[in-house]
C-alpha cells in the first residue's frame, strides 16, 4: 500500500511517524512535508488544496489511500473531488467530504446542529453586518467574559474572549463590517462563555460506527499561566487526568452517539476524524467546538500512545467496518512541548538553522514549520517542533521533554516552561 499524507505540521509528521510503522504500508507520501517528514517518507511539492496536483501525484505514485492532516482541504471539498473523478473515485480518502466538513467550516452550522441534536453546548446568537444592533442587544444580556467567533476557517485566530461589554462591541463591529478575519467573519457567532476546564477527544467513525481515541488537553496561549495571545497550540499531554470513566461515559452518552446519529440522520455519510472540543463544566461536558481532523499539537501525544497499527483502523473507516478493529493504548502518559519562532504568534522570522535535535533520546521530535535549505533544517513557520516523552506521569513525561529541549537550539526559539501546570 502506498499512502498519501496531506499536510506539512506537527500533525502530519505524526501520522507518517506511525503509517510508516505498519508492515502494510510500502511507502508513505506526504504533501508538502517538513524536514522530519523527509527523513521517514518521500516528500510531495504540492499545495494541499491543489486538487489537481494532487490528482497527478496520486495517479504517478500509485497512492492507495489518502489521509487528510489540515481543515482546509477538507472545507474546500478534496473528498468530493476524488468521489467526482472516475481516476480517483475507488481511492479511500481518509476526511470528512465537505458537507460533514461544515461541522468544523461554519461555526453558526455546528452550533445549530448540537442544538438540533440536543448536544450540550454554550446558548448563542449568530449575527451579521445587517444585526449589527442586534448583537449589541444580545452582548447586554450576557455577562462577562463575552466570547465572539468568526463563522468561517480563520487560521485558528476566529475567536475573541473579551472581558469589558465595549471592546466586545467594538470587536464584533471590527469582525463584521470592517472584515477583520476576511470572509470567514461575515457571520460572528456570539456565545456565552462556559467557565471550567478544557479538554479534546477525538472520534474516528466510518459514517456508521467509531472508535473513541485518547482525551488530550493542549495549551493555546503564548505565556506562561495562559497568558497572552492565542497560538496553534503550545504542548499538550495525554491522557487528561480529570477525564475518567465517568467523565467520558457521559461524554460519549451525551455528545459522541448524538453527534454520529446526527450525522447519520442528516445524511451525512462522515469518514474521517471528528475532534470535539470540550469544556467541563462542574463534572459535565459541554461542546466548544468541533473539528473535522485531528488537533494540532494533540496529535503529537494521541497517536503516540495508540501500540496497534493505525492504518488497520483507516482501512476500517474505508472498508465500513470499524466496528470489527481494535486498537491498544498505552497506559503510560505522553507530553509534548511546542518549539516555537521568536515573535510568534506574531510576526517572526524563517529561516533560522536548527541545531541539537538529531541527538536526542527518550523523547520524539516532530517537526511543524521546518525545512531542508542547503543540506540544513531551518525553522519555516511559527511552530517549529514538538518534543513528545512517555512518562509514568506528567511531571516524568515532562522532564524528559525539558531536558531534551537544552539540547536543541535556534535563534530566538521560545516555548512554555509550564505545560500541565493546571493538572
Do not use: C, W
Not at 452550533?111 to 453586518?129: D, L, W
Amino acid at each position: 500500500m502506498n499512502i498519501l499524507v496531506l499536510g506539512s505540521g506537527g500533525r502530519e509528521h505524526a501520522f507518517t511517524y506511525k503509517l510508516s510503522q505498519s508492515k502494510k504500508v510500502n511507502q508513505v507520501f506526504v504533501a508538502p512535508g517538513n524536514a522530519g517528514t523527509d527523513k521517514i517518507a518521500k516528500n510531495l511539492s504540492i499545495n494541499p488544496t491543489d486538487f489537481n496536483a494532487v490528482k497527478t501525484a496520486v495517479l504517478e505514485h500509485e497512492i492507495n489511500m489518502v489521509v487528510v492532516g489540515p481543515e482546509a482541504p477538507l472545507v474546500e471539498g478534496v473528498h468530493d473531488f476524488f468521489l467526482a473523478d472516475d481516476q480517483l473515485k475507488n481511492i479511500p480518502v481518509i476526511g470528512p467530504k465537505k458537507d460533514g466538513a461544515l461541522l468544523e467550516g461554519s461555526k453558526d452550522f455546528s452550533k445549530q446542529f448540537m442544538e438540533k441534536h440536543n448536544i450540550p453546548t454554550a446558548k448563542y446568537q449568530s449575527f451579521t453586518q445587517d444585526s449589527l444592533e442586534d448583537g449589541y442587544a444580545f452582548l447586554e444580556t450576557l455577562n462577562p467574559p463575552f466570547v465572539l467567533k468568526a463563522d468561517g476557517l480563520a487560521a485558528g485566530k476566529g475567536v475573541l474572549i473579551l472581558d469589558h461589554i465595549e471592546e466586545a462591541k467594538t470587536e464584533l463591529k471590527e469582525m463584521l463590517t470592517n472584515q477583520k478575519f476576511g470572509d470567514a467573519s461575515a457571520t460572528v457567532v456570539i456565545e456565552e462563555f462556559l467557565k471550567g476546564i478544557e479538554l479534546s477527544v477525538f472520534v474516528l467513525t466510518d459514517g456508521k460506527s467509531y472508535k473513541v481515541l485518547p482525551s488530550a488537553k493542549d495549551y493555546k496561549r503564548i505565556g506562561e499561566g495562559d497568558t497572552g495571545l492565542n497560538t496553534g497550540g503550545m504542548g499538550a499531554i495525554s491522557p487528561v487526568p480529570f477525564a475518567d470513566t465517568d467523565f467520558l461515559t457521559k461524554v460519549e452518552d451525551r455528545i459522541i452517539k448524538p453527534t454520529v446519529d446526527g450525522l447519520q440522520k442528516e445524511g451525512i455519510d462522515y469518514r474521517g476524524f471528528i475532534f470535539i472540543g470540550l469544556m467541563n463544566v462542574a463534572g459535565d461536558p459541554f461542546v466548544i467546538e468541533y473539528n473535522v481532523r485531528m488537533g494540532d499539537p494533540e496529535t503529537e501525544v494521541v497517536l503516540p500512545r495508540i501500540n496497534s497499527d493505525l492504518f488497520d483502523l483507516f482501512e476500517g473507516v474505508a472498508n465500513q467496518n470499524l466496528h470489527e478493529k481494535t486498537y491498544e493504548v498505552t497506559s503510560q502518559t505522553a507530553t509534548t512541548v511546542m518549539l516555537v519562532s521568536g515573535g510568534y504568534p506574531e510576526a517572526y522570522e524563517k529561516g533560522k538553522a536548527i541545531s541539537g535535535f538529531e541527538g536526542i533520546e527518550d523523547s520524539i521530535v516532530f517537526h511543524a514549520g521546518t525545512k531542508i535549505t542547503d543540506t540544513k533544517v531551518v525553522t519555516n513557520g511559527g511552530r517549529v517542533m514538538a518534543i513528545t516523552s512517555f512518562g509514568d506521569t506528567i511531571k516524568d513525561a515532562l522532564a524528559k521533554s525539558y531536558k531534551n529541549i537544552d539540547k536543541i537550539s535556534f535563534e530566538k526559539m521560545n516555548y512554555r516552561k509550564d505545560i500541565g501546570f493546571d493538572l
